[in-house]
């Protein structure tokens, strides 16, 4: 009796616990989508409000706060940057940009997450997908992003809304 209550207990735990974490093949297919999303992120002192979306292999980060930003738009295409503002656009390569900048680490979280490279693992909140260079947070049941942390480069993104499709 004793030896079938310890396996009901662990058969129990055991399902309960895979229950909580998505498959990592639903995770990287949510994530391989076109997407939009309103982000906040803080970098040190600085915040900014801003979208955030990819179709294709474009991916697109537009300013919305503070005012000082308001507009300023990075597109990212392959190896290709421009940098659009107040009518303004500067072309050059995706390499001249500084390795802090969000539109650039949001892309590589992006990319290894529909790329399958990322490890799964259970939390409190619900579950969070560990990739080189950040830790995403996400939803367990919709598979939806909270928050991305960047350690190394101190980047913390906050996700209002994110719609796949």
Avoid: H, W
């Amino acid at each position: 009796m004793k030896r079938i209550s310890v396996l009901f207990l662990v058969f129990f735990l055991t399902g309960c616990s895979s229950a909580r974490l998505p498959s990592a093949k639903d995770v990287q297919a949510y994530y391989a989508q076109p997407f939009s999303a309103e982000i906040t992120f803080a970098l040190g002192e600085n915040t900014a409000i801003c979208a955030f979306s990819r179709e294709g292999e474009v991916y697109l980060l537009t300013a919305e706060s503070p005012d000082s930003l308001a507009g300023l738009e990075t597109e990212l295409s392959g190896d290709a940057a421009e940098l659009r503002y107040a009518g303004m656009e500067k072309a050059f390569p995706v390499s001249a940009l500084p390795e802090k900048n969000p539109a650039v680490l949001l892309r590589a979280m992006v990319s290894a997450l529909a790329a399958g490279e990322f490890t799964l693992v259970g939390t409190e909140e619900g579950a969070s997908a560990a990739g080189e260079g950040f830790t995403l947070y996400f939803d367990a049941k919709s598979l939806m992003p909270a928050k991305a942390v960047f350690p190394e480069t101190g980047l913390t993104v906050r996700f209002q809304s994110f719609a796949v499709g």
